[in-house]
């Protein structure tokens, strides 16, 4: 089948065309490479966009009983939902947390959710890419919200926070009134907080850790792109789907006001010259595992082990043959 | 001063001339950068070797008080000693732990000892390499010992463990018998685990943590580097001069038997070659950031942000104008 007809068929919303897609640029092969580059290029006009979402929790907050019960609801009102995840760990732990579709038994039978388990890959750069391309092809097959989880390993929450509109911390209540270890950075990152769990017994705890939140959130320094009151903690009941029409007005909110202030473009056309950047330094950094240059780096690098040339000056006479300096 | 006599002062042990050829390969200038190359190659033969030992632990564990209780004790037995900082983040919290040499007041005047504070600079990479040339200027200069220190910030024990001969672990005594938060990775370098401050009332507490640490150990995978018996895990007490005998007993003993088995001089093979790619990663980098690269990087970027080009296109583009595809 030829390109034309496949981006045909992708923005029909033909979900198996969608699902081949994204298989085609998970593929590391050169070939389909190619024709991943060729069938995202022909995607691009006329502009389709969701509003992408990260999420990021640490296992055991309730990540997917969250995500189905926010995804239901957004598909009740008439939204089509797209779940990917990020997951750099999975191949060590043998598979992601959305692998197992049937933890979101009721959104994966939805008509108007789509749902993707992450592929083991190890390779942040590739995780990276491969998410990018997987939301761009959503976008095209005219999904309104993109959903992009990660699992909170490494690096994973600022890659999914540069591939989001919205990034979405969910925490569990705390037992006392710590607050959980959560990386400043993290912290930093998120535009909602929102605090699972705030039913039954924990709602209490939930209540209190929200506070707790909302305290360490007003310290810190304010960001460009948050309007007043932002960003915010938020209690919420996966289990009860309490709270989750309250937090999508939030995010209707944030968004709105993002867009009125040119943040959103601003934020868009930063992360476009991000993940350019990123790809010329991974696509420099991949062409030295490529002859001629792998037989060169290992000449040298046998030159620089046996003690006969300094790691420096070796580094500088392969720049050099490179034309790199 | 010509490369020829600074490399003889430097050879002859002048404290002087050592610590302006380690501001001299701190410094990011390019001609700075050519003689610093320079001087490294004309110190490079007749070969000198110090035992590199890295240490990392975190904040408030007693990592001063430890190092200058070791290396007064190393200074004592008629050896040289130099001691080296890693510390990424001092660019942010503006200036090493070894920033002030006054915790270390008696090592810092005794004539064997040499104490370099770290330079504030954010960047891991640079970091990387003005250390490692900073510890080839002090074997050059006749030490027996570097110790480079970390404050385990990020990515700095990786670091430190690949500028390292011997990796040492310094642990203060545990409240209960929780194994304080250390990342297994981090446990996984350790050649030798210390738990400081086995002294007066926290003496019970550091046994029973070196208990649990050597029981952790033993559940690690063996390392073909290690003789039977270690990882090691050791009470010091850094206030009381303690167990640091033993502890450079070990230290010995270890080295020696990597050195018969051949292991010593793979180690250093592997780093080298490691340093080798590392720094020709990093020369690549940084030529996007010179001309003609930057300005053709800020074009295809523009186009990027306004949305005229895909960013996976627009580096194909970059990749095909550098002559890398």
């Known amino acids: 089948m030829d390109i034309t007809e496949r981006a ?41 966009e969701a509003l992408r ?39 060590r ?33 590739g995780v990276a890419r491969r998410t990018r391309e997987a939301v ?23 890659v999914v926070a540069q591939l989001s509109d919205l990034f979405l911390l969910l925490l569990a209540p705390a037992g006392g009134d710590e607050l959980q270890g959560v990386k400043r950075g993290i912290m930093e990152m998120a535009d909602l907080i929102l605090v699972n769990k705030a039913d039954g017994d924990l709602k209490p705890a939930a209540l209190r850790t929200v ?27 996966a289990l009860e789907s309490a709270g ?10 944030l ?16 992360q476009a010259r991000h993940w350019f950047e990123e790809e010329v330094r991974q696509g420099l950094l991949a062409a030295l595992a490529r002859e001629p240059q792998k037989g060169l780096m290992a000449g040298l690098g046998d030159r620089v082990a046996c003690g006969d040339l300094a790691p420096e000056a070796a580094a500088a006479e392969m720049l050099r043959l490179l034309g790199r300096t």
């Open 136 to 158: 761009a092809l959503c976008e095209a097959a005219g999904f309104d919200v993109v959903l992009i989880e990660t699992v909170g390993v490494g690096q994973s929450e600022t």
């Open 244 to 253: 989750l029409a309250k937090a999508w007005e939030e995010m209707q909110a």
């Open 211 to 237: 506070a707790d939140y909302a305290g360490a959130l007003q310290l810190l320094r304010h960001r460009p792109q948050d309007p007043p009151g932002f960003p915010k903690a938020m209690p919420v009941s």
């Open 8 to 48: 045909r068929l992708i923005r029909s919303g033909d979900r198996r065309a969608l699902a081949r897609a994204i298989t085609l640029v998970e593929s590391a092969r050169p070939d389909h490479r190619d024709e991943a580059l060729a069938l995202l290029s022909a995607l691009r006009e006329p502009r389709r």
């Open 93 to 125: 732990s043998g598979g992601s947390i959305l692998g197992d579709k049937t933890r979101m038994e009721r959104l994966s039978r939805d008509p108007d959710a789509f749902i993707r388990p992450s592929p083991s890959q190890s390779q942040l750069g």
């Open 255 to 270: 968004t709105a006001w993002r867009k009125a202030q040119g943040q959103w473009d601003r934020a868009r056309a930063d």
């Open 53 to 91: 979402i990260g999420l990021s929790g640490t296992p055991g907050v309730g990540k997917s009983t969250f995500i189905e019960a926010f995804g239901l609801m957004l598909t009740g009102q008439g939204l089509k939902v797209a779940v990917l995840a990020v997951d750099p760990s999975s191949a």
